[in-house]
């Protein structure tokens, strides 16, 4: 049997790149300080929660939004923990008990999307065009998430995902995989 504990995420700013103040820039200053405190918890509760597995960690692979198939997943995990992600260093916690991280998705369809995410950040309007490639891109990115946990988790293996509240790949899974959701199911709308 194969078993994936899915997180939900919420990203901390660090995640995002050169895209972080601009996104910071649509929110209040209140729904900032909101957010900050938000993303804190909600970390600390993930971190938490996984201790309580109790977990072999030599035995578990990690897979993450946004990390590319590549040669650097190391170099991508070590440079936007030092920024200050607590996604990230998790992650590297994680590593240091003897978890393998995998990288998990298409570089190509990261591009394509961070193109995008800059163009709807500078238009500032969203189109309906525009939505409808983000919601086509992001199913894109779903079905190879999917497909390379299904390819890389081995029998007898357990994994940790941590992805973003807006993918869907509970039915993109193979069916021996067990899924696991101590969070319970993301609530976010497609």
């Not at 790149?17 to 649509?26: I, L, M, R």
């Not at 070590?78 to 008990?97: H, I, M, P, R, Y």
């Not at 999307?113 to 983000?134: H, I, N, T, W």
């Amino acid at each position: 049997m194969r078993a994936l504990i899915h997180f939900p995420i919420i990203h901390c700013p660090q995640d995002l790149g050169s895209f972080a103040d601009a996104v910071a820039n649509t929110r209040t200053e209140i729904q900032s300080k909101q957010y900050y405190e938000a993303v804190e918890q909600f970390w600390r509760m993930i971190e938490t929660t996984l201790d309580s597995f109790n977990l072999n960690y030599q035995q578990l692979k990690l897979y993450q939004d946004g990390l590319p198939v590549c040669d650097n997943v190391d170099r991508i995990v070590e440079n936007v923990a030092a920024c200050g992600s607590q996604n990230f260093q998790l992650l590297q916690k994680l590593q240091a008990k003897g978890a393998t991280l995998v990288g998990t998705e298409s570089v190509g369809l990261l591009l394509e999307e961070r193109q995008l995410m800059g163009d709807l950040l500078k238009a500032k309007v969203e189109k309906p065009a525009s939505l409808e490639k983000a919601q086509a891109l992001l199913e894109q990115r779903d079905n190879f998430i999917a497909t390379r946990i299904n390819e890389t988790l081995l029998e007898d293996e357990m994994a940790v995902l941590f992805l973003g509240m807006t993918h869907n790949i509970e039915a993109k899974l193979a069916e021996d995989i067990l899924l696991i959701q101590p969070l319970g199911k993301p609530t976010a709308t497609q």
